[in-house]
């Protein structure tokens, strides 16, 4: 089964201050690959440069797919690419859905978002009125022309409650997260310095009942590789076998053995890379995996995950 899709941008429309939606369709009109809320997809943007967006339209629309993008001051490509270079009528090429943050089930929830940490949760809200579950959304962000999809988000009444700085200050999370509720889940994204905050204020909560997805690696420092050990990589299927040494990724000496991993950001936060660990002990330094998961041992994050034993052996 092929990856990818090639698909075309059907429409641009500007959802807030700075945030453009994009709608993407097959050209021929055929149906889309299903997805679930919390999915999201890789936009190929040309000259190797690839970007994640979360699916922050309906899921039972099969003729589109619809994403939202920031224009950021301190972008790497992506933004800008989207907003100065996008246009309708223009074929892209996009990754078939993913989802690292899915919507559990649970009879109440509590949604988060900041800034355009809006889009994953714009589904989740829509399924979890659908399901019958109680719920609530806190969603805030510098101004009050900076939040997007107010006009959707209307039609949930007073389930959505709309913070900006410039008029009612910063989200209440020692609030919001002070109280356990174990028949909870929540559900957060956003900037880093507000997802660190719902991690401090959620701590008493019962084991990954806060779940959050980031845009960009937990820890942004270089990773200390003075005390790194070299690797021995074994894989499974293909046979290669290689050595990945001090500061080098598992990824990156796959790479240069011949092999051809699947990957995307090379940050541990989209999960494109995840493999199966048949041997070993993987020293896990992603942004995807639960507790559970990283304690289950059976996959890691290639990317920037490296091992505590001497040999990892991967079903690849």
């Given at each position: ?17 700075d945030?453009v ?11 889309l690959?299903?997805?679930t809320?919390?999915?999201h ?23 589109a ?15 800008r ?95 919001l ?24 204020h ?8 806060v ?37 080098v ?5 796959l790479?240069?053995a011949g ?58």
């Amino acid at each position: 089964m092929n990856d990818t899709l090639d698909l075309i941008v059907r429409q641009l429309r500007w959802e807030a201050q700075d945030i453009v939606s994009v709608r993407l369709e097959d050209a021929e009109g055929a149906a889309l690959p299903d997805w679930t809320p919390g999915s999201h997809i890789d936009l190929h943007l040309g000259g190797g440069l690839i970007r994640q967006y979360s699916l922050c339209g309906d899921p039972a629309d099969k003729t589109a797919y619809r994403i939202a993008v920031l224009r950021d001051p301190g972008t790497r490509g992506g933004s800008r690419y989207v907003h100065e270079s996008l246009r309708p009528g223009q074929n892209i090429s996009i990754s078939r859905p993913r989802n690292n943050f899915d919507l559990l089930d649970a009879p109440n929830y509590l949604f988060l978002a900041g800034g355009i940490g809006i889009t994953p949760i714009l589904a989740m809200i829509g399924e979890a009125q659908r399901r019958g579950a109680e719920w609530e959304l806190h969603y805030g962000g510098r101004t009050r022309a900076g939040l997007a999809f107010l006009d959707e988000l209307g039609a949930f009444g007073d389930r959505v409650h709309l913070v900006s700085e410039d008029r009612e200050g910063r989200l209440d999370l020692p609030g919001l997260l002070g109280a356990v509720h174990p028949d909870t889940l929540v559900y957060s994204c956003g900037p880093e310095g507000m997802l660190a905050a719902v991690e401090q204020h959620g701590r008493a909560w019962p084991a990954e009942s806060v779940r959050l997805e980031r845009f960009t690696p937990k820890s942004t420092t270089a990773q200390d590789v003075s005390d790194e050990r070299a690797v021995r990589v074994l894989c499974h299927r293909s046979g290669i076998e290689t050595v990945a040494a001090p500061g080098v990724s598992i990824l990156d000496a796959l790479e240069r053995a011949g092999l051809d991993p699947p990957y995307s950001c090379r940050e541990g936060i989209c999960g494109s890379c995840e493999s199966v660990v048949l041997q070993g002990v993987a020293d896990h330094r992603d942004d995807v995996l639960s507790g559970t998961e990283r304690e289950s041992g059976k996959t890691m994050m290639i990317c920037v995950s490296r091992a505590l034993s001497d040999e990892l052996v991967l079903d690849l």
